[in-house]
RNA sequence: GCGUCUGUCGUCAAGUGGUUAAGACCUCGGAUUGUGGUUCCGAUAUGCAUGGGUUCGAAUCCCAUCAGACGCCCCA
């Protein structure tokens, strides 16, 4: 036999059962967005690998080992490992902060990471998201949250927790996170592999470090006084307040968590993850933040923007397995041109039908109609001769013969 | 990139060095040439991820490779 194909490492067909859920997915996504004002947006797949190195940040894992990227032309070209650059960039270039604000989008689609696969991982995997653009004050980052609880919501995910931080604006994180690289220097040679890296490449990472030797260092109070101070400034800390203020108000449960940090580069003040327990060790379901400075640093003009991505795959594993539907009839003949003349007339009028294609024996086809049908059609040559139907319903195996042109009355 | 575990039919599996590799489900055919779901009968792995090795003898032991699951890092 000649060699098998299998699909790549981190890759899944997503299958006709699996598909149903998919579809709701992106259902309640346009849904639930437009109610909010959302409107889609669809960005290339690929795009020049510059926009990632600039938008995501150069210092990151993702831009560092984790993107597909290839040469054509002399042009160096990446696979999208998320959406949100991708999203500014056509904002930017299609003059969007010309439109009123705030320019509200959504986005879902692959996206690709070049990662070892686990539990809630996959190299080419699903996003849905919301990015927006124009307005600076908390009640931005509120509604943003407040529709991602919606959306889960509308899906029945009702008890996900909600965490919250602020990242403070470039200027105090860059002080704080200097007091922290201070406080921990003495310990530089304690800390594990991978903290001694993080204490350049993100210092704020250090924190939730889950070695034991790590935590006990993490421990002392010295520089848990540090850990715990509040660093970010005055105006940083109203905006943070007024946001805490308005998902009260609104009811959504949250928890303040210190050291959720996120991994992007762009994000500044407001950061939060939605996180779930049935996930496995990846267990976010949701993260986003506000990213003031993004837009500019991919050169349009200062535009404050606040967002969230989903990932479609873990969205998924939460919800329960839909049941397929069953066809509404499956016409039992063995005259397959009168199969075909009925089938349609009753297709054409939105029923689901099928027939046997390749002429099975009666019984075989019976059979078959209990298995995907709520009704069999039999349409035998007496019911041909005579422009009837026989209409079995499968379930409580009644039937009654009826006009050709009440059939459809009787399927229900 | 690192670590742990696992690979027997389309699926779930039994098998722990000794004939011909259980069983169940699915699929297909028959009992049943116009009445299904129940039932009964039958079909379907010269093959145990792949390649080597040990042995009189390997699905079983050893090595390598490949694939998968989970975890670290990181992220949705």
């Given at each position: 036999m000649t060699k098998m194909i299998k699909v790549l490492k981190g890759t899944k067909d997503i299958l006709p059962q699996e598909s149903l859920q998919w579809q709701r997915l992106e259902q309640n996504a346009l849904n639930v967005f437009s109610r909010y004002g959302y409107k889609e947006i669809r960005t290339p797949i690929f795009e020049a690998t510059e926009l990632f190195a600039r938008g995501v940040g150069d210092t990151t894992d993702i831009v560092n080992k984790e993107m597909y990227t290839f040469e054509k032309s002399d042009r160096s070209i990446t696979l999208r490992p998320e959406n949100t650059a991708g999203v500014v960039r056509s904002f930017i270039e299609n003059n969007m902060s010309r439109l009123s604000a705030p320019v509200k989008l959504w986005y879902k689609g692959p996206m690709f990471r070049y990662e070892r696969p686990q539990a809630g991982r996959q190299r080419q995997f699903h996003?849905?998201?919301?990015?927006m653009f124009g307005i600076k004050e908390p009640t931005a980052d509120?509604?943003?949250?407040l529709l991602a609880v919606d959306y889960l919501k509308s899906l029945g995910l009702n008890d996900l927790e909600v965490e919250i931080n602020s990242l403070g604006c470039p200027k105090c994180r860059e002080e704080y996170k200097q007091k922290i690289k201070e406080v921990l220097k003495p310990e530089f040679n304690n800390l594990c592999e991978d903290c001694q890296n993080r204490y350049e490449k993100n210092p704020l990472r250090l924190l939730d470090c889950k070695v034991e030797s790590c935590k006990e260092i993490f421990e002392k109070p010295e520089i848990q006084k540090v850990i715990q101070s509040d660093f970010i400034c005055e105006e940083c800390a109203k905006h943070y307040h007024d946001l805490k203020l308005y998902l009260d108000k609104l009811q959504v449960p949250y928890v303040e968590?210190?050291?959720?940090?996120?991994?992007l580069d762009y994000y500044n003040r407001t950061v939060f993850e939605i996180k779930s327990n049935n996930l496995g060790s990846q267990n976010a379901v949701c993260g986003g933040g506000r990213y003031d400075s993004l837009v500019r640093n991919l050169g349009g003009e200062d535009t404050p923007a606040v967002g969230w991505a989903m990932g479609m795959e873990r969205l998924n594993s939460l919800l329960p397995e839909i049941e397929p539907d069953k066809l509404d009839a499956y016409i039992v003949c063995n005259s397959p041109a009168d199969a075909f003349e009925l089938a349609q007339e009753l297709r054409e009028k939105g029923s689901k039908v099928e027939f046997d294609l390749s002429n099975k024996k009666?019984?075989?086809?019976?059979e078959k109609a209990s298995k995907v049908a709520k009704y069999a059609l039999i349409l035998g040559e007496d019911e041909i001769k005579t422009n009837k139907v026989a209409v079995k319903n499968l379930a409580t195996s009644e039937q009654i013969t009826v006009d050709r042109n009440d059939v459809l009355n009787n399927i229900g």
């Open positions: 996003q849905v998201g919301v990015e509120a509604e943003v949250i968590n210190k050291l959720l940090v996120r991994g009666f019984t075989k086809q019976l």
